[in-house]
């Protein structure tokens, strides 16, 4: 394990495995690094691979407050620098858009693949008020449980029958260690809406997209490349939010497909 110290005082670690090119792995909410354990080994044989907790959980639980999601870009800054330069970044979901913070404040950055970084489009909200006043309820109420069956549910539209599969797994409880991250979460990618400043971030980046993920992420998906001026849009096809988990073959195909391009 390896630990640097961000901007803010916050204590950020990380583990490294593999060999070759360096590439840092930014987790979505609810998780922590163990969530790339399905496609790690598999990068490992190309890169070597830095899987960073995320600020308040794991590894990286001695965090200074307030939150912020810019934080969050300095701690992502933080361990890029750290690893090296020309750092291939790829983050999940909430990851992602911490990770399109980073690149404003450090030119360590070589290229990131993206996979569906959520922010609210016109119309379409990634928590809308009710839902964010769910989780808020539930949380107050210290109900772990009710927060990820919310968030399973109502922010990335899982079928009922689906999320009572993932509940009798043993990520379950993993998603129930990191559930009050989410409100918090919830609530800053409501607050800062699209960034006017995604025009300014030049790094090649690739947003990935699953064909079948529900609509708020695609078109914010849609969104992000289209700001971004060195940016494109790739679909994984038969795939929603989770293909990391659910197709790691096709997600790892991605990424090395992205690091070997011009």
């Not at 979460?185 to 409501?190: D, L, N, S």
């Not at 030049?202 to 992000?224: D, I, N």
Request: glycine letters at 10%; aromatic letters at 6%; one cysteine or more.
């Amino acid at each position: 394990m390896t630990e640097v110290v961000s901007r803010d005082g916050s204590v950020i670690g990380f583990r490294t495995v593999g060999e070759g090119p360096p590439l840092l792995l930014v987790h979505g909410g609810i998780v922590d690094r163990r969530s790339w354990g399905g496609v790690r080994g598999r990068l490992a044989e190309h890169f070597t691979v830095h899987a960073m907790d995320r600020r308040g959980r794991g590894l990286s639980a001695a965090e200074h407050e307030p939150y912020d999601i810019a934080r969050e870009g300095e701690d992502v800054a933080a361990v890029v620098e750290a690893i090296g330069s020309d750092v291939y970044v790829v983050a999940h979901s909430y990851g992602a858009r911490c990770a399109l913070e980073a690149a404003r404040v450090t030119g360590a950055i070589g290229r990131m693949v993206l996979y569906e970084p959520p922010m609210s489009t016109p119309g379409h909200p990634v928590a809308p008020p009710p839902v964010l006043a769910e989780l808020r309820a539930a949380d107050r109420a210290g109900d772990h449980d009710r927060i990820v069956e919310t968030f399973f549910r109502d922010v990335i539209d899982l079928p009922p029958v689906d999320v009572e599969a993932m509940r009798g797994g043993r990520a379950w409880a993993v998603f129930c260690e990191n559930a009050r991250a989410l409100v918090r979460e919830g609530e800053a990618i409501e607050r800062t809406g699209v960034p006017g400043w995604l025009p300014k971030i030049t790094v090649p980046t690739r947003v990935l997209v699953g064909t079948e993920s529900v609509e708020h992420l695609r078109l914010a998906a849609a969104l992000v490349a289209a700001h971004l001026p060195n940016a494109d849009v790739v679909e994984l096809p038969g795939q929603g939010h989770l293909a990391v988990e659910t197709a790691p073959a096709l997600f790892v195909e991605a990424v090395r497909a992205f690091a070997s391009s011009r």
